[in-house]
């Protein structure tokens, strides 16, 4: 199961502008976290997000969190080729046992040279 | 940092040959383990829940006897592709996470190709 969506599907821009991706999910959540796949590989864990926050940075990155609106946004700044990658969002939601984190359906960012 | 290893990193095998991929945590007890099925362009899906000592939780329109997950010790859960065909085909992630915290560790995924 997926738990929300992400916009868009697909960015492609320019070195050096910034990307912003959102991300909206269905219940309530725990925290929300950002990961970045490059192609074909693991995941990398960017950023996680609580509940009770609204904002945080880390680096060349920030994130967003509205939960009044079920929706996250992840900022890249002054964004470089290597940031060229696919970035999920992922909700950790409660169940019997604990929890498990569930992802959404990706951004597709591509950095131009 | 946690480190969770997969293997193998990526298997070949024949329609109808079972398959077993190996999740291991390296430097922490989990728990918990999850397995998680990524189709090309995807995002993760979620396929099951493991517990240690315990039967695997499953997602709704995942075969249990088609994927058998073992979670044996604390450091080790595994997943059986049985019979695989080609649309078994893809990229498993497993991850794990100590005790009941919030955070998991992913593994760097293991690519199955069915011939």
């Known amino acids: 199961s997926q738990q929300g969506e992400e916009d868009p599907q697909a960015l492609s821009i320019q070195e050096g502008e910034n990307a912003t991706m959102n991300c909206s999910y269905k219940?309530?959540?725990?925290?929300l976290q950002w990961y970045r796949q490059n192609s074909g590989r693991g995941l990398v864990h960017l950023i996680l997000?609580?509940?009770?926050?609204r904002e945080k940075h880390s680096g060349r990155l920030r994130v967003t969190l509205d939960t009044s609106k079920k929706s996250s946004s992840l900022l890249i700044t002054a964004s470089r080729a290597a940031d060229t990658a696919s970035y999920f969002c992922?909700?950790?939601?409660?169940?019997?046992?604990?929890?498990?984190?569930?992802f959404g359906a990706g951004t597709r960012l591509f950095v131009k040279a | 940092g946690a480190v969770v290893s997969q293997h193998p990193s990526w298997v070949i095998c024949k329609s109808g040959t079972s398959v077993k991929i190996e999740c291991r945590s390296l430097?922490?007890?989990?728990?918990?383990m999850f397995w998680y099925r990524q189709f090309p362009k995807q995002s993760l899906m979620l396929m099951a829940t493991?517990?240690?000592?315990?039967?695997?939780?499953?997602e709704q329109g995942v075969e249990k006897d088609k994927f058998l997950i073992n979670h044996a010790s604390l450091t080790l859960s595994t997943l059986t592709v049985t019979s695989a065909h080609p649309e078994d085909s893809s990229f498993y992630i497993c991850?794990?996470?100590?005790?009941?915290?919030?955070?998991?560790?992913f593994g760097p995924g293991t690519r199955l190709l069915v011939l």
């Open positions: 992922a909700t950790a939601l409660l169940n019997t046992g604990g929890f498990k984190t569930i």
């Open positions: 430097d922490f007890q989990a728990t918990t």
């Open positions: 991850s794990a996470r100590p005790g009941r915290k919030e955070t998991q560790y």
């Open positions: 493991s517990n240690e000592g315990s039967k695997a939780t499953y």
């Open positions: 219940t309530s959540i725990n925290n």
């Open positions: 997000i609580r509940s009770n926050e």
